[in-house]
């Protein structure tokens, strides 16, 4: 069981709760600070005696249409319903899960004026595994993710759709057979629940999640390929590294020298003076890439621990607040650089995989003993190529983009739901062309026998080979290419 509380919510955490399936709970803290913030909007909107904006007004351009007291829930509701206008493809369940966690969070905090009823209904929305259908395009990324929060708000109304037990479903149906029935929205909670960047930062969540182990697996290939190509342990000494300071280059460079230990290979005199950059300045690139993923965690941490929505309530100092904390311009612009540096993990990948199928350093050409009548391992790395080259377009910044909304009055936004969203599928591309070059690294080694890789890497070959087999002559490659990216996405890699 996780309690919502208002301790520090960390990634790792979030990863914890979702692989180990469990429950959510609010603590008594949330409660209380639940139920102190909407009590005192309710006094507030009865004397308040002035417009407030998403309370007592209309939305966006419409701030200055105040609206009566009697149409305050009617407001709410149109609010939500009126908003679900997303396109394009389904977000995949467990990112909406992630969602569906961050905004109960979000709302824990006492500053958004959300009914306690409503933040229990997410969770057990949550536990329950009832998952709204959210769409993956709509978002501006600025005046919070309003489309895709509205598609996962709309079941609390009784509305839309959710995926239930393998099925989508409309919302009411599964609320009646759970026995639960609609909420009745009171002031400002349609805004509390739009206003957010919780579509944004599930995408983030998840992201860094799996960047991690690819980054991991990254090193993991990268020192197989290394050994099976006869490449140097130089370049992974830890003096050239420590006189350049990098955190994540110091690092790879020592996880190299693990992964590395005890391989024949790696040990016996070269005839090479230097080997080419995609595998001589692995610690520089892998590095790099670790050292993004590091900050963007920490920034995207700060976010799922915030009260992202507007306007926001203060009932302690006696302040309603319309300000821009849903902008998401602080997630997006690291979202950008993520996928950058994880693009990078891809495209030294396939350099090292080109050179594997090359004939060089005493391997045959396109890794099968008769080239020519068999193309052996020839257009995995086409495969490979075309994906980084893709990955190039994906890399192009969605935050440096902004185009005005709401007759003007949202006249920047962040676009970092494109942000998050193209970040997913560079990570499914990375995954495909590491899978890739594990197919191509394990093939290559097989033409080293007798000779033997570090015991840490031949364990890994060796349960690589449950799943993928060596291949003699040409066979129907796609999906022993499958079975390499399942191997990465369902194995973890050898452990420090």
């Not at 208002?6 to 914890?16: D, T």
């Amino acid at each position: 069981m996780h309690y919502i509380s208002h301790e520090h919510l960390s990634v790792e955490r979030v990863e914890q709760i979702l692989k180990g399936r469990e429950k959510l709970a609010l603590s008594e803290e949330a409660v209380e600070a639940i139920e102190k913030c909407r009590r005192y909007l309710d006094s507030k909107v009865a004397d308040i005696g002035r417009p407030v904006y998403g309370v007592t007004t209309g939305f966006g351009s419409l701030y200055n249409v105040s609206i009566p007291p009697e149409d305050l829930c009617q407001l709410q509701h149109n609010l939500v319903m009126s908003h679900a206008c997303g396109a394009g493809e389904t977000v995949r369940p467990e990112i909406v899960k992630l969602m569906l966690l961050l905004k109960a969070q979000s709302l824990s905090y006492g500053h958004s004026g959300a009914q306690l009823i409503t933040v229990q209904r997410l969770i057990d929305m949550f536990n329950e595994d009832v998952l709204p259908v959210v769409y993956q395009q709509g978002s501006l990324g600025a005046s919070g993710d309003l489309a895709p929060l509205a598609h996962l708000s709309l079941p609390l109304i009784g509305m839309g759709e959710v995926l239930y037990k393998g099925k989508v479903r409309p919302s009411a149906d599964v609320w009646n057979e759970l026995g639960w029935e609609p909420i009745r929205l009171q002031s400002k909670e349609g805004l509390a629940l739009l206003n957010g960047t919780q579509f944004m930062s599930a995408h983030a969540v998840w992201c860094l999640m799996h960047a991690r182990r690819i980054s991991e697996w990254a090193d993991v290939i990268g020192a197989l390929s290394l050994d099976a190509y006869d490449g140097r342990i130089e370049p992974f000494l830890p003096l050239t590294h420590t006189i350049r300071r990098h955190v994540g280059q110091i690092a790879t460079a020592k996880r190299f020298q693990e992964l590395l230990e005890g391989s024949e290979l790696i040990c016996r005199p070269k005839e090479h003076v230097q080997d080419p950059y995609s595998f001589r300045c692995i610690p520089q690139v892998h590095g790099a890439a670790k050292d993004n993923m590091i900050y963007v965690e920490s920034v995207i941490e700060n976010e799922i621990n915030s009260a992202t929505d507007n306007p926001n309530i203060f009932p302690d100092e006696d302040m309603i607040i319309s300000a821009g904390n849903f902008h998401g311009e602080p997630i997006a612009i690291p979202m950008d650089t993520m996928a950058v540096a994880l693009s990078e993990l891809a495209s030294i990948s396939e350099r090292r995989t080109y050179l594997l199928v090359h004939g060089y350093r005493g391997l045959p050409r396109y890794l099968v003993a008769k080239p020519g009548l068999n193309s052996g391992f020839m257009i995995p790395q086409y495969t490979a190529a075309s994906i980084v080259s893709q990955n190039k377009g994906l890399c192009w910044p969605a935050s440096c983009d902004s185009v005005p909304s709401s007759n003007g009055q949202e006249d920047h936004v962040s676009m970092g739901a494109n942000s998050a969203t193209k970040l997913v599928r560079v990570i499914d591309n990375v995954e495909m062309v590491l899978a890739i070059e594990l197919f191509n690294a394990a093939q290559a080694l097989g033409f080293r026998r007798p000779l033997r890789s570090s015991p840490v890497l031949e364990d890994v070959v060796a349960r690589f080979r449950e799943q993928v087999p060596f291949i003699e002559e040409d066979v129907y490659m796609h999906p022993l290419m499958v079975r390499a990216a399942e191997f990465i996405r369902n194995n973890l890699p050898p452990v420090q």
